[in-house]
Nanobody, 128 residues
Framework: QVQLVESGGGLVQAGGSLRLSCAAS????????MAWFRQAPGKEREFVGG????????YYGDSVKGRFTISRDNAKNTVYLQMNSLKPEDTAVYYC?????????????????????WGQGTQVTVSL
């Protein structure tokens, strides 16, 4: 498993932007598909987006398509989530997740049970 630490959350006005980072420990980062999930109070954990081992394929949840971009830097063991045009309904705790050798289509199904490792989460709050 890898250990994951998220950063970059905070308070932003609607229409603004934030970039989240997730730093991973270990030397086998590029064996892991990486994803972001989010969870708002009283709601289930929701798949936001994912990126394949190499970074060549990305997948997004319907609610964020066209606004969020996921990327990874394997040299830095880091995955990013660029969030633009933020809305109040994007308010949630955002979690980074890693799935060892996880196939892209399985990752894109958005089932949290497919992921091996999770970060502690970072709060994103979008105000009107």
């Amino acid at each position: 498993q890898v250990q994951l630490v998220e950063s970059g959350g905070g308070l932003v006005q609607a229409g603004g932007s934030l970039r989240l980072s997730c730093a991973a420990s270990g030397r086998t980062f590029n064996n892991y598909a990486m994803a972001w999930f989010r969870q708002a109070p009283g709601k289930e954990r929701e798949f936001v987006g994912g990126v394949s081992w190499s970074g060549g394929r990305t997948y997004y949840g319907d609610s964020v398509k066209g606004r969020f971009t996921i990327s990874r830097d394997n040299a830095k063991n880091t995955v990013y989530l660029q969030m633009n045009s933020l809305k109040p309904e994007d308010t949630a705790v955002y979690y980074c997740a890693a799935g060892r050798f996880l196939a892209g289509q399985i990752m894109a199904s958005g089932n949290p049970a497919n992921f091996d490792s999770w970060g502690q989460g970072t709060q994103v709050t979008v105000s009107l």
